[in-house]
């Protein structure tokens, strides 16, 4: 689902005639601040970031000033919020919020149709609402052939208590344009959440407009590259260095992603930060069971399949190992077709190069486990270059499974740990 930001969904807003604060987007506290002088109110900061409950993460704050302005942005811009990066703020003129209220034109799974929802308990998290007081969201399924208009909201909206003539007309304007917004754009959600009520009249205070994935292509216009999802971040480094590697050279597959960059998730579940590469992708799910429940979590995903040659393989190794983080290094094949001697000849060039000083003995713990063609020469191969004497490296052969794989890196590991410490 391509999940617009904000400031991108108001500008939809806007063009369908549903009304949003004045507001620009800044990159800096500079940028914010010079906003804030030109608009000459006081002012909200917001992260435009693909989630949710900002409000909650502090990510919107208030400036009476351009000043405070600066300094919201400033907070803001620097922050994470589940842990992805603020890269840019919205500023907009403060609105005087006397009710907020909730809107949306959603895709229901029951009928594969849109339905619009309604609620005067706006502000809120719109679920815990919907799972607290279901009496609260008023519903009416829509017909795609015939349409949602104006005199649609106003029956629905007539079923909720309180709310005036003047009520009932401003939010059924709004709720019939935001229709036409999820029908033009191919959405599956278009939400406003709070549609601020205030003296100046109705206003989209925030906006949230998923797309269907399958319609990005018809909306050139949007300017969406790739589907993004909340939690969506840049390529590290390493992994665009992985890249190349395939574009560089066609054969075998050297697919490298980070699952834990940092290292700071496998610490918070207090596990032992590894670095995993398997052929085969059946293989690193397999081993990850057994490897998991021993205390080891590993912080890359990678790949080499498909027969890479030694090259590929070289070039795959030392970036698994230039993850700082990493205390241990798991190399597992499964029954493989591919030359096992050239992916072993890849990772002892590797090594070599990485650890000079003991001729490619690292000094971490290491377990590699070679099935398949070649298995036999790719084990003898660390014999012959001396690499498997280190009493921390130990390779195995075709008679392994993945949990013997998994027991005996853990005795490795057990050992480096008490004899050198660890690092
Ligand atoms: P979300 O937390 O990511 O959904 O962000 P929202 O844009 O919905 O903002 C969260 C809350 O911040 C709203 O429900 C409002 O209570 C408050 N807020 C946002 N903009 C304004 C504003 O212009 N004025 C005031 N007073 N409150 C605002
Ligand atoms: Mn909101």
Not at 357 to 386: M, Q, W, Y
């Amino acid at each position: 689902m391509a999940r617009l930001l904000e400031h991108q969904g108001k500008d939809i807003f806007k063009k369908n005639g549903i009304p949003i604060p004045k507001g620009k987007v800044a990159k800096s506290p500079q940028e914010a601040k010079q906003i804030a002088e030109e608009f000459e109110v006081p002012v909200v900061i917001k992260a435009q970031v693909l989630m949710g409950q900002r409000g909650k993460h502090g990510g919107i704050k208030l400036a009476k000033t351009p000043a405070e302005a600066e300094q919201a942005a400033r907070e803001i811009l620097t922050m994470k919020i589940e842990n992805i990066p603020v890269q840019s703020v919205l500023v907009e003129e403060m609105l005087d919020i006397k009710k907020e209220i909730y809107m949306g034109v959603t895709t229901s799974g029951i009928t594969r149709a849109p339905v619009a929802l309604f609620s005067v308990s706006g502000g809120m998290d719109i679920e815990e609402v919907g799972a607290m007081h279901p009496e609260k969201i008023f519903s009416k399924d829509i017909s795609i052939s015939r349409g949602f208009f104006e005199f649609d909201a106003r029956n629905l909206l007539r079923k909720v208590e309180g709310l005036s003539g003047n009520d009932i007309n401003a939010y059924s304007q709004v709720i019939s344009r935001l229709y036409q917004v999820y029908r033009k754009n191919d959405c599956k959600l278009v939400e406003i959440n709070p549609l601020a009520v205030t003296p100046k009249g109705v206003i989209a205070a925030d906006a949230r407009i998923d797309i269907d994935d399958d319609a990005i292509f018809r909306h050139p216009e949007l300017g969406i590259e790739i589907s993004e999802e909340a939690g969506a971040r840049e390529p590290t480094p390493l992994e665009l260095a992985a890249g190349q590697i395939d574009k560089n050279d066609h054969r075998g597959s050297a697919h490298f992603v980070q699952i834990d960059p940092d290292g700071s998730y496998a610490q918070k579940i207090g596990k032992i930060s590894i670095g995993y590469d398997c052929v085969g992708t059946g293989c690193a799910i397999t081993l990850f069971d057994e490897i998991y429940p021993l205390g080891y979590y590993p912080v890359d995903f990678c790949d080499t399949s498909g027969n890479p040659t030694s090259l590929k393989m070289y070039a795959a190794t030392k970036i698994v190992f230039s993850q700082p983080e990493i205390k241990g290094y798991l190399m597992v094949t499964g029954m493989a077709a591919q030359q096992l001697d050239n992916t072993a000849r890849g990772i002892i060039k590797a090594l070599k190069e990485l650890y000079p000083k003991t001729g490619g003995k690292p000094n971490i713990p290491c377990l590699l486990c070679f099935r398949g063609r070649s298995d036999e020469v790719a084990v003898n191969l660390f014999k012959e270059h001396g690499i498997s004497d280190s009493p921390f490296f130990k390779v195995l052969g075709r008679n392994n499974t993945e949990k013997s794989a998994a027991d005996e890196f853990d005795r490795l590991y057990k050992k480096w740990k008490k004899e050198t410490g660890g690092i």
